[in-house]
């Protein structure tokens, strides 16, 4: 029957289901004992629970562990075969697919270069099913162990009940495409294994919560820092993060034209793109036809160049421009939203990487409010180039975890009635 609260014996159950699994995830192995002062629960309630995951093959033992006087306490894990995740990363060079163990071990990995195509629809759609069938097919995996493909996409992505989730990404020229419904027609997989798909930025900020620096804040920015920029913003507020497309804030009237269409973005100023075209203009010379980051490690070789030889003088003054105004972006998230953590991720700003940081943090703090400037830590990610195919194969994981780790059941046309829908989640199982 429900409580007070309107839950039913089958929403406890998933909840004790959930604390337990999250716990041994993120702190296992742990004992039984253990498990009770982690998640609250009773050791009896621990025990059926631990029954009933280990029965369900997601927890199995790991040794054991001497006690006090007593006999040694068996530990127990997450059982890491017993599910895959797929991450997708569309990003601005390739679109990189990895396949993942339960516990998040990459298994296997596919990577298509994108070229004169760009972000051609039908190309990226195409490389993404392609990657997915290659990853299960070198490590033999079953499409029935997968809990869901999670996919990282530039732009703003709209979840809508009868196309699945819809990419609006003006800057790659997508507007309102079905992405879902694109990667559902066709597909090799079972009907039953679902679509993740968010910002990339956010799967980034997801990644670095989970398992990177953001790890323990309680509210943070995660900077996604490639050929454009962009971020995610995490809070008590929005648990999983939101993405908010902070590289079309205007940071000049009349400034540079962005690749969205619009004046003075501050993408126009802080990507990759526009800082290597800005170096361009300025006489900075990188070998024709390399892709943008091999032209990115040949800026930066020119600015810092090996001790006894002399500092390209255009390269050093577009790298100090692009970082005040990188610096002048994060201090309006740092006024918009106070964080105690700022990182910053993506292949752009790791390459930059710690010869770049001082002075963006200099510029942060100036241009912010006192305060909040005083409070906040800035940054690099810690998960490298892999974070965002990381991120994205924790979608469908935290959603694995929210329902106790039961898959999801394929949606019937022949629905329950409600009143007979109502007694199976009332009855104890």
């Known amino acids: 029957m429900a409580g007070r609260n309107g839950r039913t014996v089958r929403d406890l159950r998933r909840a004790n289901r959930t604390a337990v699994l999250q716990r041994l995830y993120f702190d296992g192995p742990l004992s039984r004992f253990e498990l009770g002062p982690a ?17 369900d093959g997601l927890v199995e033992e790991a040794g054991s562990v001497d006690s006090d006087g007593g006999r040694p306490r068996t530990l127990l894990r997450v059982a890491p075969h017993s599910g895959h995740m797929i991450g997708v990363d569309v990003g601005e060079t390739r679109v990189r697919v990895e396949l993942f163990d339960l516990t998040l071990t990459e298994l296997a990995r596919a990577e298509r270069p994108l070229e004169q195509q760009g972000y051609d629809v039908e190309v990226i759609v ?18 029935e162990l997968l809990l869901g493909v999670g996919v990282g996409v530039p732009g703003i992505v709209e979840h809508t009940a009868d196309r699945g989730a819809v990419v609006h990404g003006q800057t790659i020229g997508w507007d309102a495409v079905p992405l879902e419904e694109l990667l559902r027609s066709g597909s090799q997989l079972p009907d039953s294994v679902r679509y993740f798909i968010d910002n990339g930025a956010k799967t980034l900020g997801q990644a670095e919560m989970w398992f990177g620096a953001g790890r323990g804040a309680d509210n943070a920015v995660v900077v996604l820092f490639g050929s ?33 269409g619009a004046l003075g973005c501050l993408e126009a ?27 990115l490690t040949a800026m930066l070789a020119a600015a810092y160049p090996p001790e006894g030889t002399e500092p390209d003088p255009v390269a050093l003054a577009v790298l100090e421009e692009t970082a005040e105004y990188l610096g002048a972006g994060l201090s309006d998230l740092i006024n918009l939203f106070q964080p105690e953590r700022i990182l910053i991720g993506g292949w752009a700003g790791l390459q930059l990487g710690a010869r770049f940081l001082p002075a963006v943090r200099r510029y942060a703090t100036t241009y912010a409010l006192r305060h909040p400037a ?6 690099l990610g810690r998960l490298g180039p892999d974070a965002v195919t990381v991120g994205a194969a924790i979608l469908p994981l935290a959603d694995f975890f929210s329902r106790g780790g039961r898959r999801a059941e394929p949606v019937s046309e022949h629905r329950l009635p409600a009143w007979r829908t109502a007694l199976e989640e009332r009855t104890p199982r």
Not at 231 to 260: I, M, N, P, Q
Not at 273 to 295: Q, V
Not at 374 to 379: G, H, K, L, Y
């Open 374 to 379: 005083e409070q906040v830590t800035i940054d």
């Open 228 to 260: 454009g920029v962009g971020a995610c913003l995490v809070s008590a507020e929005v648990e999983h993060g939101r993405a908010v497309e902070w590289g079309h804030l205007t940071v000049r009237v009349r400034g540079r034209r962005c690749r969205c």
């Open 269 to 295: 100023y802080a990507g990759a793109e526009s800082l290597l075209a800005r170096w361009r203009e300025e006489g900075g010379r990188p070998a024709e036809g390399t892709d943008e980051e091999t032209a």
């Open 126 to 143: 195409g490389h993404i099913r392609d990657g997915i069938a290659e990853v299960l097919a070198t490590e033999g995996a079953s499409p």
């Open 39 to 55: 998640t609250g629960l009773s050791s009896g309630s621990v025990s059926n629970v631990v029954a009933d995951l280990v029965a």
